[in-house]
C-alpha cells in the first residue's frame, strides 16, 4: 500500500514471477487496486494506492482511493500475510505537522492489526531521492523520512531503507528508480520476507 514508488515494486514482482498472472480489476492503471495471483502457489499480490494527498496527471476513480489506515483495518492478517507501506512523497506540499499526523494514525493502524494477528509482517519502506521540483524535493523527504522512522520506532515493524540505495547509485536521480534499483530494493524486501 501507498504511492507509485510501491506500484513500481508490484509490477516488478507480476513481470518476474511466471507463476503470477494479473487480474484486472477494470480500474486506473495506475492507481488500481491491483492484484495478482499464482494459483499454483496459493500466492496473492494486491497494491493499494493511498487517498489524498495524491497527486496524479491522470483520472481515477475515488471510490478506488482508500485511507491506508482504513484498508489495514480491513486485513485479517495472518502468519503468511506481509503488509509493505509507503507514504511520502504525495505530502510534501502540506505541512510536517499533518504528515506526522497522517503516519500515526497508520501506527495505530498497525498496532491494531500486530494485536489480532502478531504473526504478520509489516515493512515500511522508506522514501526515495531523486525528486526536483519546487513542491518535491529530498530536503523535504528527509524531513519525512525522519518523522516516519520516529513514529515507528518502537514497533517491531521492518524499516526498508530506500532511502541511501536512490541517493548513492550510479542511475540518474529519480523519484521513480531504473529497473536495476526496482529489483535491488525488491531483493531486500524478499530478505524480510524470507530469511535464510
Known sequence: MGDSTTRQW??????????LSRLYL?????????????????????????????????????????????SIDDLA????????????????SFPLSYYAYRVSL????????????????VIIKTANTGARDFFRHNWAYM?????????????????????????CHYNKADLHPGPVIIKNEVDILLSFICPM
Request: aromatic share 10%; charged share 20%.
Open 10 to 19: 508490484f509490477d516488478f514482482i507480476v513481470g518476474s514471477v511466471p507463476t
Open 26 to 70: 477494470h480500474n486506473n492503471g495506475k492507481n488500481g487496486p491491483h492484484m495478482a495471483v499464482d494459483m499454483e502457489n496459493n500466492i496473492d499480490v494486491h497494491f493499494r494506492a493511498h487517498n489524498s494527498p495524491y497527486v496524479i496527471e491522470d483520472w481515477h476513480i475515488m471510490a478506488d482511493m482508500h485511507f491506508l489506515s482504513n
Open 77 to 92: 492478517g495472518k502468519p503468511h500475510t506481509v503488509l509493505v507501506l509507503n507514504i511520502c512523497a504525495h505530502y510534501t
Open 106 to 121: 497508520l501506527k495505530r493502524a498497525v498496532v491494531a492489526l500486530l494485536r489480532r494477528a502478531p504473526e504478520t509482517k
Open 143 to 167: 524531513q519525512f523520512d525522519r518523522v516516519l522512522r520516529e513514529i515507528f520506532n518502537d514497533l517491531g515493524v521492518y524499516i526498508l531503507d530506500v532511502w541511501q540505495m536512490t541517493a
